[in-house]
């Protein structure tokens, strides 16, 4: 007779953990439903009888102290402990062992709501009340799905297991197979007399007002996870997470970009020439802005902490403000010779345009655009 250790690979002083692992690797490879040959049918036999020994402590002690009785092959059929929780629990990861009744109390799911809010409220941060609805629990059962004065009762089907079980003839010989109960759904208990608000599932729709504060620094896409607050659990199981996305709206004149906002400010050709002072609205109020004389259309001015809260770390990012030269575009006769006569003071003529030099920005954009 072939050494039980040997013919399942492991080791005498072996854990049954380590054991069980040997056995379900070769189940699977000898099981007759994947390989049909007749000799890897007597192998199969052979790990079988080997595990049925070596699973069992008692019977594994007696083996080791020199006991021959365990060896005989299945004697048409299994064993002592070894039944179909083991096939089980070589093909897919568990057995028998770990069924049982199922909770009527089972986890909610969690809920989305989007919420559009403001560049200012974006920046600063806000509080909102929304209007949710979603799956509460059913006070008039307080979530067990019973009439009042009731409660559920054991399945007359399982006796209170949850589960049934049928014991068929294989090749394998005995095999008992076991499958949720039909009657209960696999609860191990029925509810004769439902409560009639939630109809036995200890749950209702309704709406709710929850507040919510947003923090400053949010933008589109980020989520708020307010816990517990989501969809009750049918049986009145544990509620899942409410997520709030937030949507920011556009603002008329001002551009995100991170924690930075861009704003254009246009000025006419005689202040960016002789320089001036503008006054601008920001997230904070009216600020002013110098303008230098001669300042050139496309210059950036920064205005330091006056762009948006960060959301994580301390501070606020910038509001660039961007100079638009305007050029005039209908003129009178008197300001049509007053320009040429400007023009003629300088020494400017049509001759006086020239090439300028890449400097770096407009030039790459364009190749930047068109780059492969």
């Known amino acids: 007779m072939a050494d039980l250790y040997e013919t399942l690979g492991v080791t005498r002083d072996a854990s049954g953990d380590e054991i069980k692992r040997a056995y379900r690797k070769l189940a699977r490879e000898l099981h007759p439903d994947i390989n049909p040959d007749p000799q890897v049918q007597e192998r199969f036999k052979e790990v079988t009888a080997a595990y049925d020994v070596l699973s069992d402590p008692q019977k594994r002690q007696q083996y080791d102290m020199g006991g021959s009785s365990f060896g005989g092959g299945f004697n048409g059929g299994f064993n002592g402990g070894f039944g179909f929780g083991d096939i089980m629990d070589a093909f897919f990861g568990q057995g028998t062992s770990n069924r049982g009744p199922r909770s009527r109390a089972r986890a909610g799911q969690d809920a989305l709501i989007r919420v559009e809010i403001t560049l200012e409220e974006a920046c600063f941060g806000a509080k909102r009340d929304l209007d949710v609805e979603s799956a509460v629990l059913c006070e008039k059962c307080s979530g067990t799905g019973c009439q009042e004065g009731t409660s559920p009762a054991t399945c007359g089907i399982c006796k209170g297991r949850g589960e049934t079980q049928q014991v068929t003839r294989s090749i394998l010989g005995q095999v008992m197979t076991s499958r949720p109960c039909a009657a209960c759904q696999g609860f191990g208990t029925t509810i004769a007399s439902p409560c009639r608000e939630c109809h036995g599932d200890g749950r209702v729709r309704s709406r709710q007002t929850i507040n919510v504060k947003i923090p400053g620094g949010v933008e589109t896409g980020n989520r708020i996870q307010l816990s517990g607050r989501g969809e009750v659990g049918p049986g009145g199981g544990p509620a899942g ?18 924690d930075t906002l861009h704003l254009t400010l246009s000025i006419p050709f005689s202040a960016a020439t002789l320089g001036t002072k503008a006054k601008i609205q920001t997230l904070d109020g009216e600020e002013e802005v110098e303008i ?9 001015i920064s205005l330091k902490n006056k762009g948006m809260n960060r959301l994580r770390g301390a501070g606020r990012g910038d509001l660039i403000v961007h100079v638009e030269v305007t050029t005039p575009t209908k003129l009178n006769r008197e300001q049509e010779e007053l320009i040429k006569k400007f023009a003629s003071l300088r020494g400017e003529d049509g001759d006086s345009a020239t090439v300028k030099a890449d400097d770096g920005s407009i030039m790459n954009k364009l190749r930047g655009a068109f780059r492969f």
């Open 292 to 300: 230098k004389a001669g300042t050139q259309s496309g210059a950036k």
């Open 241 to 258: 997470d409410l997520y709030v996305e937030i949507v920011q709206s556009e603002h008329e004149f001002l551009v995100r970009d991170g």
